[in-house]
């Protein structure tokens, strides 16, 4: 089974500190994304990255950057957190053979990170 | 730009009952893939079902299936059977690739969701 583990579940962190938020995936998946997850507002795309070293923009990077150094390890930085950050963030994989249509084309979720800035 | 509509913020079902939830779409593109994916109180997000967009028969599994219709742009998901462990917040997804001038990545846009309650 895949694996997408997020270290750290429940963070509280003050205003201003600069917050790290790590995931690993075991597949050797090509494809890894964070989410942050509020309610009434569903999945929003923050970064998304398709290999290592390369990142894209999703629909809410702002306040955001992400590292992608190693192809299992995906991290999430919020250099000077804010209060309107406090959500949860929701890592993902996926593999990617270059097509759209493939066999168990899915995208593996983490168990989510809860973050509080106060 | 692909947007995905849940018109259902909440919704109960009494358990062994059947229950749809609504999912809409918007895109231009003509290739691409839905999802439902299911949210527990645990909070682990898990594949439900998945429907090719080139497929016209229906996707199902289990007591779960779908009704896309693709001219509409609709995708649906009818639970039969409810049981209590279906209980969860449920999620529509849309995915696509972005096409090469945009390095034909695939990016995956997800609906608000529906908070599915099952009675006893």
């Known amino acids: 089974d895949v694996k997408v583990t997020q270290s750290s579940r429940y963070l509280v962190k003050r205003t201003g500190e600069k917050v790290f938020l790590e995931c690993v995936q075991d597949?050797?998946?090509?494809?890894m994304f964070w989410y942050r997850q509020d309610p009434g507002l569903g999945l929003r795309l923050i970064y998304f990255s398709y290999d290592v070293k390369m990142k894209e923009k999703g629909d809410i990077p702002e306040g955001y950057s992400v590292s992608r150094e190693k192809k299992e390890r995906f991290s999430l930085i919020l250099e000077s957190a804010s209060t309107n950050q406090t959500s949860m963030y929701l890592c993902?994989?996926?593999?990617?053979?270059?097509?759209?249509?493939?066999?168990?084309?899915?995208?593996?979720f983490g168990e989510g990170s809860w973050l509080t800035v106060v | 730009a692909q947007t995905v509509t849940q018109s259902q913020p909440e919704m109960s079902v009494q358990e062994a009952e059947t229950v749809t939830l609504s999912c809409t779409y918007d895109?231009?593109?003509?290739?691409?893939?839905l999802f439902w994916y299911k949210q527990p109180p645990s909070r682990q997000m898990i594949l439900v079902i998945r429907?090719?967009?080139?497929?016209?028969q229906n996707a199902t599994e289990n007591r779960f299936s779908v009704n896309f219709q693709k001219a509409a742009k609709s995708f649906s998901l009818k639970i039969s059977d409810s049981q209590l462990g279906d209980t969860a917040m449920y999620f529509c997804a849309f995915m696509t690739s972005l096409g090469m001038n945009s390095g034909g990545y695939q990016k995956v846009t997800f609906g608000t969701g529906t908070k599915l309650q099952v009675i006893p």
């Open positions: 895109t231009s593109e003509n290739n691409y893939y």
């Open positions: 993902a994989s996926r593999t990617d053979p270059g097509q759209l249509f493939f066999s168990g084309n899915t995208i593996y």
């Open positions: 429907q090719e967009a080139y497929k016209q």
């Open positions: 597949m050797d998946h090509e494809n």
